[in-house]
């Protein structure tokens, strides 16, 4: 096998090529102001690493720590800077002069739906939230959303009745409610999100017909020899097969 | 922004990318995978399992005598957090009533309670955060199921074993490959979108250890669509399915006859405990890398401390698999604020390589993950020709740029949107630049040991999802995971409710939890150690001891704190919570 190697890495070893060694810069520290109390943390930490840096134990506004979850959705303003900024606290760095406060949960009330018995129309989304069509496009949902989408599109797309659209544009959602919090018109963007996109998967998707052979096949009880007969294979034999198995490009 | 010590290395990526984009359209491997003989080795002498001090013998309970993950260990033999005699009134008056408790509301326990809804069972999911606060928000990469005609569910199942060295439970592994087609049609069927081909066929990918394309994916967020998917639909349903959050269990609750019983609550806004009667039980709590094995960081959620495993082992449940920890090949390393965050091992699957410092490939990019972690970490370690960053750690690139070489440009874009946006937020943009990776904590291999009924030992007790052990081996393959807690899921709430049908339930009891107490004094076991965890606590050391200086009886959050106290995770050289 080795043999076969096309240049295994110990051979550059030998070669003369220095590459630089990292320089370790000073940790620098920081003053933030978390709801109001000052404190003084390390540059490089997140919003969340700061407040934990200072000892407490975040039970609410913190969730998968990485970004996906929406649990820690904070607004903050910057020293001489009148814009109220918002950020999710695990990916969002502190600044110097940082004024910070979490909101860990924004008040709203999901509708209660059976999928199977709605329509992918606009009627659905207007049965169930009618305050979207209070949008004056103002855009700050748009200008709120720290995952940068362009709410206020799928906010239109859904007054179309474009589901398909909504679905696209609010795809990476993370359903942090900030938009919700800063509308004017008080509707609860990510909640139509979810809505749009579980009838677009349910009714406007392109069906799989390999699937539903697949299924079938298996619903007969095609591999059940297969099956059988490898599970009661040693596991020697199996290995064997294993390594032996071709492999798809 | 790359500091400027790194150029060089950047330099020597993008001149040997070149040629190494001819490799990637050649069609053949682009290095050559192992076989047997390199696996073990590469395995026995880097991979962390391996190191000294990572495994310690277990002195009470089911495994008594067997060598688990050390900090697995630990939290096993630790104090309960509730003091049975003072719990007697509460068993006899409980807070909740319910016909099935779900305890997690990750995927595997929306599943459950979706399923038993079904069968005509109301159920209660109580859940550490808020609902979907769990690993299974997180997952990025996709889900594996035969569905393409030039693959089979046997296929399947012998990749998954190969993944797991042989020593899964083949009934286990059986299920889950052959109800990975029927999961596809009923998560689209409640709303899920699948990525698809033009003509609506399944789009499938490469995953490791997959020997034909089988990753099925929503873009890179697999995790959020199927969890929000199955969130919103329990919440459609507040009649049959009642949600209650920050309220982690701490322990089961048995009657005389040993059946499982319920569990009691812990609730984190109030620091009360509360008592849950229940016909049946599931557990679907999740990993535990927020326990920091071995000192690394994590790709879990805040709340992933094994709780499941601790109340299960302590009412007498066996453990599976227990030796075992998932490191996966790619947590990134730079920059150090999402130090442990994962990149997607699809970027692997859609051609990404894995260099050294001098550009150079290494190891065939698509390994079993056990095998690609060791080979990057002894390349980092015993070769030296990993990258070293200012905060200590040491990488490998993951040469990114290559994908839209092959598959076109802004495919990157379309397909990895929550990697490309989470590297711009330091100003990376991984369509023109590699990412620096090394292995990082990522899933619990074993634990309770279930059948395909999700049955443990325990009358009444049931598990699905990271929680449960036997299905892996002692090691998952990308995509069995997600496949995993939908399968397992679904049957534990079909088989639990059944049985919560006509089980009799008798008197509440503790005495398990005294009986277990008892044990560990007799084992002379002396710790202040306070399981299940519940969080993690990352107060810097000095600060823990200004708040651990509190006289007289510690409030039970408090315990967070003690567990954690002086364990120094994140102070050692594989570098912080994440
Ligand atoms: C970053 C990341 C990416 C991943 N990517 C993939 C992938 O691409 N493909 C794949 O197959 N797998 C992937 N995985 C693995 C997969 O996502 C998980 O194994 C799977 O989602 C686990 O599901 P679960 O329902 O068992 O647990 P979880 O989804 O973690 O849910 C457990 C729930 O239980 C709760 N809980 C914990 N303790 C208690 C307690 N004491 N009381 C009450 N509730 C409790 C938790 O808070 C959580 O809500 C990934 C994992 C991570 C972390
Ligand atoms: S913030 Fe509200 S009103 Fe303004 S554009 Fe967005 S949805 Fe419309
Ligand atoms: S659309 Fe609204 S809820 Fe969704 S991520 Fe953006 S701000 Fe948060
Ligand atoms: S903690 Fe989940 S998005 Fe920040």
């Not at chain 1, 938009?179 to 799989?208: D, F, N, T």
């Not at chain 2, 993008?14 to 390199?38: D, F, I, Q």
């Not at chain 2, 286990?172 to 998560?187: H, M, S």
Request: charge should be neutral; glycine fraction near 10%; charged fraction near 25%.
């Amino acid at each position: 096998m080795t043999s076969k190697r096309a240049a295994p890495p110990e051979a550059k070893k030998d070669e003369a090529v220095e590459l630089p060694t990292p320089v370790n810069p000073q940790t620098r520290m920081v003053t933030v102001y978390i709801m109001g109390k000052r404190a003084v943390v390390p540059e490089h930490a997140t919003i969340m690493r700061a407040i934990e840096y200072t000892g407490v134990q975040i039970i609410r506004g913190a969730g998968c720590r990485e970004g996906f979850c929406g649990a820690c959705g904070t607004l903050y303003r910057l020293p001489g800077d009148y814009r109220i900024h918002t950020g999710l606290a695990c990916t969002t760095l502190v600044k110097d002069g940082m004024s910070l406060t979490q909101i860990p949960a924004v008040p709203m009330e999901k509708a209660i739906y059976d999928l199977e018995q709605i329509e992918a129309t606009v009627d659905t989304i207007k049965k169930y939230y009618p305050a979207i069509f209070r949008c004056v496009s103002c855009n700050t949902c748009t200008k709120t959303c720290p995952q940068g989408l362009q709410v206020m599109d799928y906010v239109n797309a859904a007054m179309r009745g474009d589901i398909a659209e909504v679905m696209d544009l609010s795809f990476d959602c993370v359903s942090c409610g900030l938009c919700a919090l800063r509308c004017p018109a008080e509707i609860v963007q990510h909640k139509v999100g979810i809505l749009c996109r579980r009838l677009y998967g349910r009714y406007l998707r392109k069906e799989s017909r390999e699937l539903d052979v697949r299924i079938d096949e298996i619903r007969n009880g095609v591999y059940d020899a297969e099956y059988a007969e490898m599970m009661a294979m040693a596991k020697e034999a199996l290995s064997e097969q294993y390594y032996a198995r071709d492999i798809e490009a | 922004m790359y500091p400027e010590y790194m150029h060089e290395s950047l330099e020597l990526a993008a001149k040997t990318r070149p040629a190494r984009l001819e490799l990637a359209k050649s069609g053949k491997p682009v290095y050559p995978p192992m076989n047997a003989t390199e696996r073990e080795d590469v395995l026995a002498k880097f991979h962390p399992d391996f190191t000294s001090g990572a495994r310690s013998k277990i002195r009470i309970g089911p495994n008594k005598g067997e060598e688990l993950t050390t900090e697995v260990t630990e939290i096993l033999e630790a104090h309960s957090m509730v003091e049975p005699r003072l719990m007697d009134i509460h068993l006899r008056k409980p807070d909740y009533e319910t016909d099935l408790l779900i305890i997690g509301g990750g995927g595997a326990g929306c599943w459950a309670s979706i399923t038993a809804m079904q069968n005509g069972i109301n159920s209660m999911i109580v859940t550490k955060l808020r609902m979907g606060d769990a690993n299974t928000m997180m997952s990025e990469g996709g889900m594996q199921a035969a569905v393409a005609p030039q693959d089979s569910p046997t296929r399947h199942y012998l990749d998954a074993l190969g993944g797991g060295h042989f020593e899964n439970k083949p009934e286990l592994v059986r299920v889950l490959t052959e109800d990975a087609p029927q999961i596809v049609r009923e998560l689209e069927n409640l709303g899920v979108i699948w990525d698809k081909m033009d003509d609506g066929s399944m789009q499938v990918l490469h995953g490791g250890g997959t020997s034909r394309k089988r990753m099925v994916s929503c873009r890179d967020y697999i995790g959020a669509i199927i969890m929000r998917t199955l969130m919103d639909e329990v919440k459609n349903h507040p009649d049959k399915i009642t949600v209650r959050e920050f309220e982690p269990a701490v322990e089961l609750l048995l009657d005389e006859k040993g059946q499982c019983a319920g569990a009691i609550l812990y609730s984190l806004d109030t620091e009360q405990f509360l008592t849950v009667k229940a016909k049946a039980t599931v557990i679907a709590t999740g990993g535990f890398g927020r326990l920091h094995i071995r000192g690394f960081a994590t790709t879990n959620h805040y709340g992933a401390t094994g709780d499941g495993l601790v109340m299960a082992y302590r009412a007498g449940a066996h453990l599976k698999f227990m030796d075992s920890v998932q490191y996966h090949p790619t947590g990134a390393v730079f920059p150090e604020q999402i130090a442990g965050f994962l990149i997607t091992e699809k970027i692997r699957g859609a051609g990404g390589q894995p260099l050294n410092k001098f550009g150079d490939l290494f190891v065939f990019p698509r390994e079993p993950r056990d095998i690609e972690s060791a080979a990057i970490i002894r390349e980092c370690t015993e070769r030296g020709l990993g990258v070293d960053t200012f905060a200590g750690r040491s990488g490998v690139w993951l040469d990114s740029p290559l994908i839209d070489m092959i598959h076109g440009e802004g495919y990157t874009k379309h397909q990895f949107p929550g990697m490309v946006r989470q590297f711009n937020r330091y100003g990376i943009d991984i369509t023109k630049l590699p990412m620096l990776v090394y292995p990082s904590l990522h899933y619990q291999n074993g634990g309770i040991e279930i059948n395909e009924r999700c049955e443990t030992n325990i009358p009444g007790l049931y598990v699905a999802g990271e929680a449960s052990g036997g299905v892996h081996g002692r090691n998952r393959l990308m995509g069995n995971s997600v496949l995993d807690y939908n399968v397992f899921g679904r049957r534990a709430g079909m088989y639990a409710s059944e049985y919560a049908k006509s089980v009799k339930l008798g008197n509440l009891s503790l005495e398990h939890v005294s009986a277990y107490a008892r044990d560990m004094s007799c084992a002379g076991i002396q710790t202040d150690l306070v399981s299940p965890l519940i969080l993690p606590s990352y107060a810097p050391e000095d600060v823990k001891l200004q708040q651990m200086a509190r006289l007289g009886n510690t409030p039970a959050r408090h315990s967070m704190l003690r567990t954690r106290f002086g364990r120094d995770e994140g102070k050692t050289a594989h570098g912080k919570a994440g």
